[in-house]
């Protein structure tokens, strides 16, 4: 009994910390040309800002290769995702934020 109990202890902190997000992860800044670098294109990462906010469609079913309805990673879409998708901002909540933008030198 002592030995179940014991699994079933160790399973249950082994849930909660996979749980738990990973707070200490700093948000990366990028300038808009940096960001261009990030295309979803031949392995690279897909990254688009919206908002100032850098978002990672990377691992979107919706972003395979970068690409998605016509829009291309590694830009500023805040007009086209506020203005022409038929979601809008609703859908950015499925993928990470993973930084911010900033101004070039």
């Known amino acids: 009994m002592k030995k179940l109990s014991l699994i079933v202890?160790?399973?249950?902190?082994f849930l909660?910390?996979?749980?738990?997000?990973?707070?200490?992860?700093?948000?990366?800044?990028l300038t808009l040309e940096e960001l261009s670098y990030y295309d979803g294109k031949e392995g690279r990462p897909a990254y688009i800002a919206v908002n100032g906010d850098i978002y990672d469609v990377t691992d979107s079913f919706y972003w395979q290769s970068g690409m998605h309805n016509g829009?291309?990673?590694?830009?500023?879409?805040?007009?086209?995702?506020?203005?022409?998708?038929?979601?809008?901002?609703?859908?950015?909540?499925?993928?990470p934020i993973v930084g911010k933008i900033v101004e070039g030198d």
């Open 71 to 95: 829009f291309a990673a590694g830009q500023d879409l805040t007009d086209e995702i506020i203005n022409q998708s038929p979601h809008g901002l609703s859908n950015l909540d499925r993928v």
């Open 9 to 13: 202890l160790i399973l249950i902190v």
């Open 16 to 29: 909660l910390v996979s749980c738990q997000q990973d707070t200490d992860t700093e948000l990366i800044e």
